[in-house]
């Protein structure tokens, strides 16, 4: 018997849920609140973890033909963070709107069978001890009750899920009056995208490889209400105070003023209940980390839920979703107020010495590497050594990460080492040169030659082998068993 999962919300994080429980035949259904498709272009830097997780799914080429990429991010204070190293197919980051990743993401979920409803608002929920019942107002304003055995809530930052469990999203308001726009530019600036800053504020110029660039520009002496519209002389005077020239911006297509806060939220887990992306965790645009970090929770939730939802699910791995993804995310948001921090810097002594210092800093390869690992997401690793499986060729042609495309594990081996019986019918065999690991639907290492048992990390990640159905009170026990065994 399959569970119904609910995820509420189609922003990113929502839709390539609902993509990866639909491939791992979980039925599935997205609510959103709104009609049509989103306007809003938030988001626009795509990160080489991110990419490298689209292309497990057959959407990071498609995507890279929608923007541009860069390989230096010229920060503030002259600060270049070098991404050339990084052991990816993707060695940078990509400059794309928001809604080319979501477009992909929405289509690939309801190609695989993911319904998604729009026009239908979540107003609250209730749990028991065997499902979910969620209260829904349509377009219509009439009231529904929908039934689900496990509810995700990635409905962003205002999260009507994470209210309705009772969770609170402690921190604090982090910068206002954040000015937002699209823009065209008589002469752009050298590099797609830049920081500059200086006594009144800073502003950041993208570029999307269009003739368009986005704009985000913050001037400490001219804090409004969210709500009051930009007003183009003003971007134009602060991205002048900061980079000494307005490049000739003209023709916004799209403004807006917004705040940032800086939160997280103590569990992503309470019960059937679930919390990713936005509604997790938030913080500033600094870093472009926020649409990054929920495409990962949702890859790290997709493939842990199904299991659980098809009742294959070992003792402790839904849990694992949070033990792994909130660390992360709260050194993301700490990363990410650090950035915020230094760009805003009030006193004169900081506005002097940031540059000089982050420069010499981040000249250092080690500590260049650090910063650009965790912005990049390759460095992300787990608490439990959970590292990132690099990319690499297979014996017979593919990689490894094209292998990762059916959502299952994939046990890298020589000939004659293949999967022990039992669970092949959740882990599929590859063989490449000097390799020999069992790599997890999301691109991380559950085992390698060396970690001990092979059964032992099975049984683990991927439940007892077939024909051997025990109770979730026998599992840890189980697993015991297994790896005495050897
Ligand atoms: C100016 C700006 C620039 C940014 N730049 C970057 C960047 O460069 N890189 C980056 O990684 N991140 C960036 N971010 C952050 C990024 O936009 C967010 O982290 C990302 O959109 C979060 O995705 P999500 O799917 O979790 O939530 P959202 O995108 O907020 O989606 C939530 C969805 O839930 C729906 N919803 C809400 N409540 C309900 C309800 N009760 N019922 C039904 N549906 C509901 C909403 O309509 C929405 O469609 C930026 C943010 C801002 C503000």
Redesign the pocket.
Known sequence: MTDDVAI????????LLAGDLAAAGVPCTV????AGE?N?T??????AR?LELLDARGLADELLRTGTTVDRLHVIGGVVLDLTWLPSRFPFMLITP?YHTERLLERRARALGARIVTG????GLRQDADGVELELRTEEAATERRRAAYVVG????????RRAIGLGFPGRSAVGS?M?ADVRLKEAPREALSVAGGAVGFALVASFGDGWHRV?AWNRGHQLADGAPVDLDELRDTTRCAYGTDFGMHDPRWA?R?H?DERQVARYRSGRVLL????AH?H??A????????LQDAANLGWKLAAEAQRRAPAGLLDSYHAERHPVGRATVRASATMLRLALARSRLLRATRGPVARAVTRIPPLNRRATGFVSGIAITYPDGGRRAPDFPLTGGGRLYEALGAGRFVLIAPAGHGVPDGWADRVDQATAAGERLLVRPDGYVAWSAGDGDLRAALARWCGPPAGRAVSRDRQDGLDVDIARRG
């Open positions: 509420v919300g189609a922003g990113p994080t929502g839709l609510l959103e609140r709104r989103s809003l938030r988001a626009f830097a795509v990160h991110t928001q239908v608002e979540v107003t990635a409905d962003g930052v205002r999260s009507t899920v954040m937002l985000i807006s917004f940032s990713a992306g936005d509604a938030v500033s645009p870093g472009g980390l926020g649409m990054n970090a929920g």
